[in-house]
């Protein structure tokens, strides 16, 4: 079959550029050798239209609302899987067998200590630390003890459980860190999530058991953060990783790229906005003037997304999740009534609906962790880890692809044009 071309005609040259198309019919024009036949580059600010690899992890429509891993629907995997599965899924590209998952869980178990010197660090960092800069710190600090998991050649699945066990890991001792309080190491008879709640809130004064209707909530949660294409995270592994570094070098510098508010700080965001709303006396009306108000700083968290034009399906999948915990545990919090009166003046006004402002997966995430017990400052580490498979998966990809390329973008320059240079003595006294 004879490939598609795109017909450019630029200063009176006619140009064929290429057609991609994807397994779901997306097409991309490769513009790969535009500037070498014509001297132009495109412009694409804050590359919104720009495909920048192609992959096979993640599929998102954004028009009608999908979002699949390896060929699978979210709901499905959300609700018949576990995140180890999902993790597995994501990295190795088809879900396990029980022999399989059994294997991986094992090495998620037997790998989930880090190095007795590194609890020393903790010690270094201030106790007003955010916990996400002891997890970039840590994360990178991993290639000092474990180099050989930076050889991609090595055994990749015990490289993998490594790095996502021992992140966990970082992650409770960071916020035991924060509290002042002794570590809790992980225990082997524990599923991966329920080591994490153990390792958060047991202590030897305390008599904890992780509850199993959290343990479940909390796979969701982590499942529905694990991929999603190619976002501003992912982005910057591949970006760092086209320098061939090593895996904990890009995974460090994700982290730092999920810290940002606009990124995987929204879930913190939503919370603070509930609570200054319930502050104000609950008064919805405002802030919902304040939003549609261009003029007003204001916004309403939790609504929109760059890619969904529709309804976030993981939102959907929260909201359920969320109500489905509260009533298992007959739990109540005034910030999720408030978030439930938004979300219906949101589906129903016409200003939203208009630009297609609905609730995204940020939106229902922060109530679920509140709810199980964890701390705000804990919500963009929760991200992190159920990110961390996409972002190994995301790396793994790049590094084995034959046509790698390091990333090099170009710019448009509209600074000062040459300028004479002037001699110190001669440039005045001002």
């Not at 995974?251 to 200054?276: C, D, F, K, N, Y």
């Amino acid at each position: 079959m004879e490939q598609k071309k795109a017909t450019l005609i630029l200063d009176g040259q006619t140009l064929e550029l290429p057609v991609i198309e994807g397994t779901e019919g997306e097409k991309a024009i490769d513009i790969s050798s535009l500037r070498n036949k014509t001297g132009y580059i495109t412009y694409d600010n804050g590359l919104v239209n720009t495909g920048s690899c192609i992959s096979t992890i993640t599929f998102v429509d954004g028009e009608n609302g999908v979002l699949r891993y390896r060929g699978y629907d979210i709901a499905d995997l959300a609700e018949r899987c576990t995140f180890v599965e999902v993790a597995y899924l994501l990295i190795k590209g088809q879900l396990p067998s029980s022999k399989e998952l059994t294997q991986f869980s094992t090495y998620l178990n037997e790998h989930s200590l880090i190095h007795e010197d590194m609890t020393h660090f903790f010690t270094g960092f201030p106790p007003s630390s955010h916990p996400m800069s002891i997890l970039a710190a840590m994360v990178t600090s991993l290639s000092s003890f474990y180099p050989s998991l930076s050889d991609q050649d090595a055994n990749f699945e015990i490289t993998t459980a490594r790095l996502l066990s021992k992140v966990r890991t970082i992650a409770a001792f960071s916020y035991k860190k924060v509290l002042g309080e002794p570590f809790v190491y992980p225990e082997y008879e524990l599923s991966y999530c329920a080591n994490f709640l153990n390792m958060m809130f047991a202590s030897s004064v305390k008599n904890f058991h992780p509850d199993p209707i959290f343990v479940k909530a909390l796979n969701k949660v982590l499942i529905l953060h694990a991929d999603h294409e190619q976002n501003c995270s992912t982005s910057t592994v591949r970006l760092v990783g086209s320098a061939r570094v090593d895996l904990y070098a890009a995974i460090a510098s994700a982290i730092a790229a999920l810290w940002g508010p606009l990124h995987g700080g929204a879930a913190q965001a939503v919370v603070e906005m509930l609570q200054m709303i319930r502050a104000d006396g609950g008064n919805i009306d405002k802030y919902i003037a304040k939003a549609k108000d261009k003029n007003d700083e204001f916004r309403l968290m939790g609504f929109g997304h760059r890619v969904y034009k529709n309804y976030d399906p993981r939102a959907e999948i929260l909201k359920k999740t969320c109500d489905d915990l509260f009533a298992e545990k007959n739990l109540s919090d005034p910030l999720l009534d408030i978030a439930k009166k938004l979300e219906k003046i949101a589906l129903t006004d016409e200003y939203f609906l208009e630009k297609h402002l609905y609730p995204n997966v940020d939106f229902y995430s922060g109530i679920i962790y509140r709810a199980i017990g964890i701390p705000l400052n804990m919500f963009t580490v929760m991200f992190a880890i159920g990110r961390l498979p996409g972002w190994i998966a995301q790396w793994k990809e790049s590094a084995d692809d034959k046509n790698w390329k390091i990333w090099r973008p170009r710019q448009i320059y509209t600074g000062e044009p040459k300028r004479d240079f002037a001699p110190l003595q001669s440039r005045g006294q001002a």
